[in-house]
Structure formats: C-alpha cells, structure tokens
C-alpha cells in the first residue's frame, strides 16, 4: 500500500512540475509578446520623428527625400519587410545625424535631443527583447519542454536582423 502511496505521490509532484515549467514559459512568452510590443511603439515613434524632422529641417533635397521614404516605408512596412525597412530608417537617421553634428545642416536642437533620446530607448528595449527572446529559446531548448510539448502551439520568436544595428 506504501508503493502505490509513494508512486501516486511521485506522480503528482511530476504533473506539478510540468504545470509549473508549462506555466513559465507561458509567462516568457508573455514578456516577448509585451517586450516586442513597446520596442515596435518606440520604433513608430521614431518614424513620426523621423517625419517631423524632414518636414520641420533644411534638409538637402535628397537627403530630405530619403529620410522621408525611409521613414514612411517603416511605419507601413509589412512583418516581413520590416528588417529592411527599419535598417534602412537607421542608416538615413545615422547619415542625419553625422550632418547635423558636423554643421552641414541645421536642424532644431529639440528634435536632434528627442532623436537621441528616442534611440536610447530604442537601444534598452532591443536589449530587453533580444533577452526575453533568448529565455524563452533556452527554456524551449530542454529535452522535457520538447518531450512532453509544453510549448503547445506557440511559435518560437523570431529575432529581427535590424535589432543587431548599430544605431
């Protein structure tokens, strides 16, 4: 009778850990979702910025029309175009931020100072993305996650090459 006491107990402490370790991941799965979800609000941001800029600067004609295309294929770009079109954004920004610092053009120093400062934000949240990515790939990972599908249907995240950029 202690057997069958022992092994039912074992068997209930084995389900508890799969609910728990289930449950944990469905949370890293939550933060991805939540993480993602701020880093593309700061990267709409950064396009409306982009835009302001363009509208509001003596921009050279080309430069002017390249930071707006840039700026306007981001906020419109599919998923599946958004790596080019993000990395795209950040090479213009880059190019008009070199020309502002080197006095080639002048631009408002509140939008210059918002720029920076949405970049920097833009930085922390990849971090904490590409971090939240990585848990829940580690966790998905061990053999008990594959064996007993504790992921369920949930798709692995996919890591965007523009989060790599240098901004």
């Known amino acids: 009778m202690s057997r069958y006491l022992v092994a039912i107990l074992i068997a209930l402490i084995f389900a508890w850990y799969l609910s728990f370790s289930a449950s944990r991941l469905d949370r890293l799965h939550h933060r991805v979702e939540t993480s993602w979800e ?76 918002r720029l920076v400062d949405i970049t920097e934000k833009i930085k922390v949240s990849i971090a904490i993305h590409l971090e939240a990515v990585s848990a829940v790939e580690n966790l998905r990972s061990k053999l008990i996650f594959k064996v007993f599908r504790l992921a369920g249907r949930a798709k692995l995240p996919y890591h965007y090459s523009f989060e790599d950029d240098q901004l």
Do not use: C, F
Not at 88 to 109: H, N
């Open 38 to 113: 701020h880093l593309d609000a700061l990267l709409q941001r950064r396009a409306a910025l982009a835009l302001e800029i363009a509208h509001q600067s003596d921009l050279d004609p080309a430069l002017d029309l390249i930071l707006t295309a840039s700026a306007y294929e981001s906020r419109e770009a599919p998923m599946s175009d958004r790596n080019e079109a993000e990395s795209l954004l950040s090479e213009s920004l880059k190019v008009l931020r070199t020309s502002a610092q080197d006095g080639e053009i002048s631009i408002k120093l509140s939008l210059l100072d």
